[in-house]
Protein backbone atom coordinates (compact mmCIF):
# COMPACT_ATOMS: atom_id res chain seq x y z
CA UNK A 1 0.00 0.00 0.00
CA UNK A 2 1.77 2.88 -1.60
CA UNK A 3 -0.86 5.52 -1.25
CA UNK A 4 -0.08 6.43 -4.91
CA UNK A 5 -4.01 6.34 -7.02
CA UNK A 6 -3.92 4.25 -9.91
CA UNK A 7 -6.59 4.66 -12.54
CA UNK A 8 -7.48 2.80 -15.64
CA UNK A 9 -10.42 3.77 -18.05
CA UNK A 10 -12.04 1.04 -20.25
CA UNK A 11 -13.97 1.11 -23.31
CA UNK A 12 -17.62 1.60 -22.57
CA UNK A 13 -19.57 -1.87 -22.43
CA UNK A 14 -22.87 -1.95 -23.89
CA UNK A 15 -26.15 -2.74 -21.67
CA UNK A 16 -28.09 -4.02 -24.26
CA UNK A 17 -25.04 -6.78 -25.01
CA UNK A 18 -25.12 -8.06 -21.49
CA UNK A 19 -28.72 -7.97 -21.57
CA UNK A 20 -28.88 -10.20 -24.18
CA UNK A 21 -26.03 -12.32 -22.93
CA UNK A 22 -27.60 -13.11 -20.01
CA UNK A 23 -30.65 -14.21 -21.73
CA UNK A 24 -28.49 -16.35 -24.09
CA UNK A 25 -26.92 -17.51 -21.34
CA UNK A 26 -29.61 -17.91 -19.50
CA UNK A 27 -28.60 -15.81 -16.20
CA UNK A 28 -28.81 -13.09 -14.29
CA UNK A 29 -27.52 -9.41 -15.37
CA UNK A 30 -25.82 -9.23 -12.20
CA UNK A 31 -24.43 -13.10 -12.71
CA UNK A 32 -22.47 -11.53 -15.01
CA UNK A 33 -20.89 -8.29 -13.68
CA UNK A 34 -20.27 -10.28 -10.48
CA UNK A 35 -18.70 -13.17 -12.21
CA UNK A 36 -16.37 -10.08 -14.34
CA UNK A 37 -15.94 -8.81 -11.11
CA UNK A 38 -14.43 -12.32 -9.61
CA UNK A 39 -12.38 -13.09 -12.90
CA UNK A 40 -11.00 -8.68 -13.05
CA UNK A 41 -9.83 -9.83 -9.16
CA UNK A 42 -9.01 -13.12 -9.22
CA UNK A 43 -6.26 -11.80 -12.11
CA UNK A 44 -5.18 -9.01 -10.66
CA UNK A 45 -4.27 -10.98 -7.57
CA UNK A 46 -2.83 -13.64 -9.34
CA UNK A 47 -0.41 -10.94 -10.97
CA UNK A 48 0.26 -9.76 -7.66
CA UNK A 49 1.30 -12.82 -6.08
CA UNK A 50 -1.73 -12.81 -3.93
CA UNK A 51 -3.37 -16.93 -3.56
CA UNK A 52 -6.41 -15.59 -1.95
CA UNK A 53 -9.46 -17.87 -3.51
CA UNK A 54 -12.74 -16.19 -2.22
CA UNK A 55 -13.58 -12.52 -1.22
CA UNK A 56 -16.58 -11.42 0.72
CA UNK A 57 -18.19 -8.50 -0.66
CA UNK A 58 -21.62 -6.55 0.26
CA UNK A 59 -24.52 -5.79 -2.32
CA UNK A 60 -27.10 -3.59 -1.93
CA UNK A 61 -30.61 -5.82 -2.28
CA UNK A 62 -34.03 -3.91 -3.66
CA UNK A 63 -36.51 -4.46 -1.12
CA UNK A 64 -40.21 -4.68 -2.54
CA UNK A 65 -43.35 -4.88 -0.22
CA UNK A 66 -45.96 -5.38 -2.77
CA UNK A 67 -46.57 -4.16 -6.30
CA UNK A 68 -48.27 -0.82 -6.95
CA UNK A 69 -51.77 -0.92 -6.96
CA UNK A 70 -52.20 1.52 -10.09
CA UNK A 71 -49.78 3.42 -12.28
CA UNK A 72 -50.76 6.95 -10.28
CA UNK A 73 -50.08 5.06 -6.86
CA UNK A 74 -46.32 4.70 -8.02
CA UNK A 75 -43.74 6.85 -5.88
CA UNK A 76 -39.85 6.96 -6.24
CA UNK A 77 -38.30 5.03 -3.48
CA UNK A 78 -34.77 3.95 -2.30
CA UNK A 79 -35.08 0.64 -0.43
CA UNK A 80 -32.54 -1.94 -0.22
CA UNK A 81 -30.65 -3.63 2.88
CA UNK A 82 -27.00 -5.17 2.33
CA UNK A 83 -26.70 -8.46 1.55
CA UNK A 84 -23.55 -10.48 1.95
CA UNK A 85 -21.94 -12.49 -0.62
CA UNK A 86 -18.92 -14.76 -0.17
CA UNK A 87 -17.54 -15.03 -4.23
CA UNK A 88 -14.81 -17.43 -5.77
CA UNK A 89 -12.05 -15.67 -7.34
CA UNK A 90 -11.97 -17.70 -10.68
CA UNK A 91 -9.94 -16.48 -13.86
CA UNK A 92 -12.26 -19.15 -16.01
CA UNK A 93 -15.09 -17.39 -17.51
CA UNK A 94 -17.43 -19.98 -17.85
CA UNK A 95 -16.43 -21.77 -14.58
CA UNK A 96 -17.04 -18.15 -12.88
CA UNK A 97 -20.16 -17.78 -14.51
CA UNK A 98 -21.68 -21.44 -13.53
CA UNK A 99 -20.18 -21.03 -9.78
CA UNK A 100 -21.70 -17.61 -8.97
CA UNK A 101 -25.13 -18.34 -10.81
CA UNK A 102 -25.34 -21.35 -8.24
CA UNK A 103 -24.36 -18.88 -5.10
CA UNK A 104 -26.47 -15.98 -6.45
CA UNK A 105 -29.78 -18.23 -6.83
CA UNK A 106 -29.08 -18.72 -3.18
CA UNK A 107 -29.02 -15.41 -2.11
CA UNK A 108 -32.62 -14.56 -4.28
CA UNK A 109 -33.99 -17.67 -2.01
CA UNK A 110 -33.07 -16.01 1.26
CA UNK A 111 -35.28 -13.14 1.45
CA UNK A 112 -36.77 -13.57 4.60
CA UNK A 113 -32.74 -12.58 5.77
CA UNK A 114 -32.81 -9.64 3.40
CA UNK A 115 -35.86 -8.23 4.78
CA UNK A 116 -34.93 -8.74 8.48
CA UNK A 117 -31.24 -6.81 7.56
CA UNK A 118 -33.72 -4.04 6.27
CA UNK A 119 -35.32 -3.54 9.07
CA UNK A 120 -32.65 -4.00 11.17
CA UNK A 121 -30.98 -1.61 9.10
CA UNK A 122 -33.88 1.06 10.06
CA UNK A 123 -33.79 0.43 13.31
CA UNK A 124 -30.19 0.85 13.91
CA UNK A 125 -30.70 4.20 11.76
CA UNK A 126 -33.16 5.55 14.26
CA UNK A 127 -31.43 4.71 17.37
CA UNK A 128 -27.39 5.60 16.40
CA UNK A 129 -27.19 9.30 14.36
Request: charged share 15%; proline share 5%.
Amino acid sequence: MSGRKHVAIGSPISFVGVKNASKFLKVTINDIITSSVSNAIATYFKNNGDQSSEINIIIPVNIRWGMYKTFESVKMENKFAPATLTIPLITDPVEALSRISKITKNLRSGFPTTYCMYVLSIVTAVIFP
